[in-house]
Each structure stands twice: as structure tokens, then as C-alpha cells.
């Protein structure tokens, strides 16, 4: 557990930070059920697709304590045709000795204020659905559940189900945008 007197700070994350990042992350896909990849992400991977991110104005964050990467998280496209560009997908990994000591409630709202900051809409979370804790994480930062996928992971010998969940950003749908993220896009209308 970290000190409670650490300063814990959030900011961009560097390329620097990667190796953290991936140590995190391995845990996670060899212990926990919140993501679905099989095998750890090699250095090359989330170094593209931290790029990848920041080159389309989604952010990339981390939570450093006394000089370590306690936690990341990031935001991707929800889909990646033109219509849905003003929604998001996000994802937070806390580091194993970490976890329960906030650095999720540092995270999350940070990246909620960076992606409303960009122009975007909506955010929408993929939760295991037996993932009690982070479904009440989540509802106290403003999601609401909006769908069941029940069975459609399979993981550590045993079916899963994943929860949706979503929160507007900024107007969300109550307003049109007036600047889209991104590169801007032509609507076709009929």
C-alpha cells in the first residue's frame, strides 16, 4: 500500500513511462478478467498506440507517486466509423500493489475532464460484470449501466459477461458539437 502522505500527481504520460506502463499491464492480463488479450503487450505495442492516441487528441495518462507509475489510463475511438467520432472508450490499470488506494478516483476524472476538453461527447466502459467494485467506481463517477453481454468472454476457464456502461461528457447528446475531435468530417445527408 502506498503512503498516505505520498503526493500522487496525474499527468500526460512519455514514452519513458512505457516500461511501467507494460509491467502494469501484464499483470492484469495474466491475473485479472477487466481485459481480454491473452498475451502481454510487447514494449512496440503500447508505444504505437500511445502515438496513435495523442496524434488523434485522446489522452494518455499516468499517476506517479514518489517517482513510480502507480497507474494509466486512456481513451480510444468507441467505433471507428465517422458517426460515432464524438465517443470514447476508456480503460485504467492501477499497479498490483496499488489497487483500492485511490489512484483510479485521481485517474478517471482526469481523463473525463481531458476527453470533454477535446470535443468528445460520451464515454462508454467495458466491465467485467462479477467486477462489483469497479461497476460502483464507476456509477459514482457518473455512468450508468446501459447494456449486458452475457457469456462472451472466456477467460481463466469460465464464461464471463461485460457490463456497458456510460456517461455524457460536457452537453453529451443535448447539444450538437461544435468543433469534432479530430480530423473534421463531411456528413452525407440524404
Known sequence: MPDSAQE????????????????????????????YEMEPLHPDDIKRRRKSM?????????????????????????????????????????????????????LLPALI????????????????????????FHSANGFRQVGLLPCVGFKFGRWTDTLLMQRPLGAGGSASPDDPPGKPVTEDRP
Do not use: W
Open 54 to 106: 495523442l496524434k488523434r487528441r485522446l489522452p494518455h495518462i499516468v499517476a506517479e507517486g514518489n517517482g513510480a507509475i502507480l497507474g494509466y489510463a486512456y481513451a480510444v475511438p468507441f467505433r471507428k466509423r465517422p458517426a460515432y467520432r464524438y465517443a470514447v472508450k476508456h480503460s485504467i490499470y492501477v499497479h498490483q500493489d496499488h489497487l483500492h488506494a485511490g489512484i483510479g478516483r485521481r
Open 113 to 136: 475532464e481531458a476527453c470533454t476538453a477535446a470535443g468528445y461527447r460520451q464515454m462508454i466502459a467495458y466491465i467485467d460484470g462479477a467486477n462489483l467494485p469497479s461497476i460502483e
Open 8 to 35: 500522487i500527481f496525474v499527468r500526460p504520460s512519455t514514452e519513458a513511462d512505457v516500461p511501467a506502463m507494460i509491467a502494469i499491464y501484464c499483470h492484469h492480463v495474466q491475473h485479472g478478467l477487466g481485459d
